[in-house]
């Protein structure tokens, strides 16, 4: 079975640039997640995702953040403008139930903001 | 006071010793716990579930006291193959996974 996909696996920008990173999730997955880890923590919940439709995007910082599923497989998470504090590493993760408990993760991409 | 809090470490042990880690969390209303290990540089994956007072699978136990609101994840005979980080998930039923900030585990020959 192939696992959750993502793009670029690598990114440097300058602050005040643009990014958009890309996410494919497992076959048949309902639920698709964005998660925002920074080094030394635990990844951090960004959005969450029930087919197309939004579940949970209440730590989304939606003044620089957006993302969205269309037709309700892949998702694109993109910041505009990006700053020094959005380094860090952005996980998807996809469900196929609902409340999380068998979430798996893809390998993410590594965003360094100069 | 933090949903989840767990040692930062690292614990450095050497090959074959027993490590244990804990778990602190506050909402009395978790309901299941999960243990998800992250390699340098990779993504998490989970390694137990803990859905009663605990569970084994293999050289790993977890244990659960929930009138102390902690978690604990033992670990036997340690290998070199176990060097990683170790999150901590309380589960409350919400829709997403909150993870901790982990706890390192370095394991040395």
């Known amino acids: 079975e192939a696992g959750v996909a993502q793009s670029p696996r690598y990114k440097i920008i300058e602050k005040r640039q643009s990014v958009a990173f890309w996410c494919n999730p497992i076959?048949?997955?309902?639920?698709l997640y964005w998660y925002q880890q920074i080094l030394g923590q635990g990844p951090k919940l960004l959005i969450q995702?029930?087919?197309?439709?939004?579940?949970?995007d209440s730590q989304l910082p939606k003044d620089r953040f957006s993302a969205e599923r269309l037709k309700g497989v892949d998702s694109t998470l993109k910041i505009q403008p990006a700053k020094l504090e959005d380094s860090a590493v952005y996980l998807c993760?996809?469900?196929?139930?609902?409340?999380?408990?068998?979430?798996?993760f893809g390998q993410g991409t590594r965003l360094t903001v100069v | 006071r933090k949903e989840v809090e767990q040692d930062p470490g690292p614990f450095n042990v050497p090959e074959g010793a027993t490590v244990a880690f804990n778990c602190t969390y506050s909402?009395?209303?978790?309901?299941?716990f999960f243990w998800y290990r992250q390699d340098c540089r990779k993504e998490p994956k989970l390694l137990m579930s803990?859905?009663?007072s605990g569970n084994e699978d293999g050289r790993f136990t977890a244990q659960l006291n929930r009138a102390s609101q902690y978690i604990s994840l033992l670990i036997r005979d340690s290998k070199l193959s176990d060097s990683a980080t170790y999150l901590c998930?309380?589960?409350?039923?919400?829709?997403?996974?909150?993870f901790g900030s982990g706890t390192r585990l370095q394991v040395q020959p």
């Open positions: 993760a996809s469900s196929p139930i609902s409340d999380g408990r068998r979430a798996f």
């Open positions: 995702f029930q087919n197309n439709g939004v579940v949970d």
């Open positions: 909402n009395s209303a978790s309901q299941s």
């Open positions: 076959s048949g997955h309902a639920t």
């Open positions: 998930v309380p589960y409350t039923g919400r829709r997403a996974l909150t």
């Open positions: 803990v859905y009663s």
